[in-house]
């Protein structure tokens, strides 16, 4: 099974609105990361939050981590249309290499 | 090159040949990721090599599925006697240093489609 769900799976919204989607994972981590992708091809490295921080800003980026509950949101603030994409969670476990990703959100946004 | 390169980008093949991806990282990148994304699915962890060091082989599928890396340049992805519910998308992803929270970079994919 997969080390992060996203939730929701998918999300429709207006331009200008925020999106909220949120990332649970089961084991301790050394560090989670969003990534988004376009067209279902390559994706790109958003933010890294590491496992001692709690909350992280870029540009219009806002990730939040909460260890105890085993859980990331990431914020988009002031949506735009090139928003529209799927975003990633993945998370590097305490005790390993590999990057392990969830399902994904599919956001949307509409002009 | 300034990005990982991954070929082909589209690779369509009949049932019981066999394919083989290729993926150039990004240079001086020591780890490399492949993963496989079905159609609207996330990403599942195929094989992961850093360095010399003996690659990470718990996410392959199959035996019909291997990998191979040569130091730190070039890996070809192969998958032998493939059957239709291997299409999906290959992707391959290269890092500074795996295991030192560093971000991923991602090539644009290989789409492969089993008839």
């Known amino acids: 099974s997969q080390q992060g769900e996203e939730d929701p799976q998918a999300l429709s919204i207006q331009e200008g609105e925020n999106a909220t989607m949120n990332c649970s994972y089961k084991?301790?981590?050394?560090?989670l990361q969003w990534y988004r992708q376009n067209s279902g091809r390559g994706l790109v490295h958003l933010i890294l939050?590491?496992?001692?921080?709690r909350e992280k800003h870029s540009g219009r980026l806002r990730v939040t981590l909460d260890t105890s509950k085993k859980s990331s949101s990431l914020l988009i603030t002031a949506s735009r249309a090139a928003d529209t994409a799927s975003y990633f969670c993945a998370t590097m476990k305490a005790a390993g290499n590999k990057l392990t990703f969830g399902g994904g959100t599919r956001v949307l946004v509409k002009p | 090159g300034a990005g990982v390169s991954q070929s082909p980008s589209n690779k369509v093949t009949e049932k019981g040949k066999d394919v083989e991806l290729r993926c150039d990282p990004i240079?001086?990148?020591?780890?490399l990721y492949w993963y496989r994304q079905r159609l609207g699915q996330g990403l599942e962890f195929l094989i992961y090599f850093q360095g010399n060091s003996a690659p990470d082989k718990s996410g392959l599928p199959s035996d019909r599925f291997s990998a191979e890396r040569t130091g730190e340049s070039v890996s070809t992805l192969t998958i032998q006697r493939t059957q239709q519910e291997d299409s999906a998308v290959y992707l391959c992803?290269?890092?500074?240093?795996?295991?030192?929270?560093?971000?991923?970079?991602f090539g644009s994919g290989t789409q492969l489609s089993v008839l």
């Open positions: 240079s001086g990148h020591t780890a």
């Open positions: 992803a290269s890092s500074l240093a795996g295991g030192l929270a560093e971000k991923l970079f």
């Open positions: 939050i590491r496992s001692n921080e």
């Open positions: 084991t301790s981590i050394n560090n």
